[in-house]
């Protein structure tokens, strides 16, 4: 069974504080893995797709990475800005659909 | 431009009234989707059009009835709802079935 486990549900920081989110999967066919942020009562704004194991996007503070199992979201230094839930999900190359994790719920304290 | 839009923001209903959400996208994506988000949850997909037809309705209510007029818009019609149908409503789009979805900033639907 297609399956995302997204952990820590909730972290929190102190600005300055570099953390990662994990996102593990399991999929029977990987059409890519995608990252996104959505701030509350927002519509999820897109981040990074990651399609290989090894392969690593970066944007500002963010850096996503993948393995065969796993996907890793660093971020360095954050500020309060950066707090929202960040959403994993994969898409199956049978279905087409995005299986999504819960959710990680960053907070970053000033 | 990864704009998808929807209107209205905000929707207050009775659960007698008749209502349509909208939403446009000039990506020239040929997927569009209609998912739906409860607080603390991820969201949840509704209904699936590539190429301006349905092809995936994941087991939703009658009382939802989606409509692709062209590839740049699609509708959502509501009737007859029940409280338990407030939530977020989101739509997206994609390159293609599959691809990298870009969401819009949702509705707001609350049933009274």
């Known amino acids: ?110 | 431009d990864t704009e998808v839009t929807q209107t209205p923001k905000h929707l207050v209903m009775g659960m007698t009234n008749k209502k349509s959400l909208k939403c446009e996208q000039h990506m020239g994506h040929r997927a569009m989707y209609w998912y739906k988000q409860k607080a603390k949850k991820p969201p949840e997909l509704m209904f699936v059009y590539s190429y301006e037809k349905l092809s995936i309705n994941e087991s939703v209510p009658s009382r939802f009835s989606p409509e692709c007029p062209n590839s740049s818009l699609l509708n959502l019609h509501l009737h007859a709802l029940q409280p338990e149908d407030s939530a977020l409503y989101l739509c997206a789009s994609s390159r293609g079935f599959g691809d990298e979805q870009y969401f819009g900033p949702g509705t707001r639907l609350t049933v009274t």
């Open chain 1, 1 to 110: 069974e297609d399956q995302v486990t997204q952990s820590p549900e909730a972290l929190r920081l102190q600005e300055g504080e570099s953390s990662s989110l994990n996102c593990s999967y399991t999929v029977s066919g990987l059409r890519g893995l995608f990252w996104y942020r959505q701030d509350p009562g927002k519509g999820p704004e897109f981040l990074f797709t990651l399609y290989s194991a090894g392969e690593e996007k970066e944007k500002e503070r963010l850096k996503a990475t993948l393995t065969k199992k796993e996907s890793f979201l660093h971020i360095t230094a954050p500020k309060p800005e950066d707090s929202a839930t960040y959403l994993c999900a994969v898409g199956s190359s049978n279905t087409g659909k995005l299986i999504f994790g819960q959710g990680t719920t960053l907070q970053v304290k000033p």
